[in-house]
């Protein structure tokens, strides 16, 4: 079975710290990576994806890929109580029969407290 | 671009009785995804279609659920009979293809059954 596993949470930071959200993956073969913000009753929405070793930044957000330990994670600098959310960490195999296909870790809820 | 574009938003029927979803991608896009959505399961792959054929089927949970693409702008879930373990939030994705996997979500069908 090819697992995304995320730090379940909830996880709760304080308004303007840095929030951290991690995940592993379990299939070697995967060679890009989404985080998804879903808003209580909304839909997932892409905020960040990487595919290369290292890390990418956009704005408040930070994801870092690490390939050789199958690990993912984002960050999230000054935080916002509009952060609020549940962050779905996904991984993709971009050859293959499973292209196209994602794999949806279980969510880790974040809450800002103002 | 409207996004993808799925219906209804809210479904409320009782056990036994046929429902069928209802899915519009976004234009150009040539894979579809249907996922469903719980607390207990997370974002679950049901199936998901590349220029109109279906290409894993292998989470659709049994011989209930079915799903059709007909052509590049409609696909249909259906659940036949239903059951109240169906109920969930049944979300619709589709993806460019090329676009290393980017899927961009419907805003969901929201399912009770009674």
């Known amino acids: 079975q090819k697992e995304v596993e995320q730090n379940s949470g909830p996880l709760s930071v304080p308004e303007g710290a840095i929030a951290s959200l991690n995940c592993t993956y379990s299939?070697?073969?995967?060679?890009?990576f989404f985080w998804y913000r879903q808003y209580s009753g909304k839909s997932p929405e892409l905020i960040m994806f990487i595919y290369s070793n290292g890390d990418k930044e956009d704005g408040r957000f930070t994801a870092q890929l690490n390939k050789a330990s199958q690990y993912v994670s984002l960050l999230i600098r000054d935080s916002q109580p509009s952060d609020s959310a549940t962050y779905l960490c996904?991984?993709?195999?971009?050859?293959?029969?499973?292209?196209?296909?994602?794999?949806f870790g279980q969510g880790t809820i974040l809450t800002v407290h103002p | 671009d409207a996004g993808v574009i799925q219906s209804p938003r809210h479904e409320v029927t009782e056990m036994g009785q046929e429902v069928t979803l209802r899915c519009k991608p976004i234009?150009?896009?040539?894979?579809l995804f249907w996922y469903r959505q719980t607390m207990m399961r997370g974002l679950e792959l049901l199936i998901y279609?590349?220029?109109?054929?279906?290409?894993?089927d292998s989470g659709m949970p049994e011989d209930r659920f079915s799903a059709k693409m007909p052509n590049a702008s409609f696909s249909t879930l259906k659940i036949q009979p239903s059951e109240p373990r169906d109920s969930a939030v049944y979300f619709c994705?589709?993806?460019?293809?090329?676009?290393?996997?980017?899927?961009?979500f419907g805003a969901g069908t929201r399912l009770s059954v009674l």
């Open positions: 279609f590349n220029n109109n054929v279906p290409i894993d």
């Open positions: 994705a589709s993806s460019p293809s090329g676009a290393k996997n980017i899927q961009y």
């Open positions: 996904a991984a993709g195999n971009a050859g293959g029969t499973s292209y196209g296909k994602l794999t």
């Open positions: 299939d070697r073969g995967s060679q890009s």
């Open positions: 234009s150009g896009h040539d894979y």
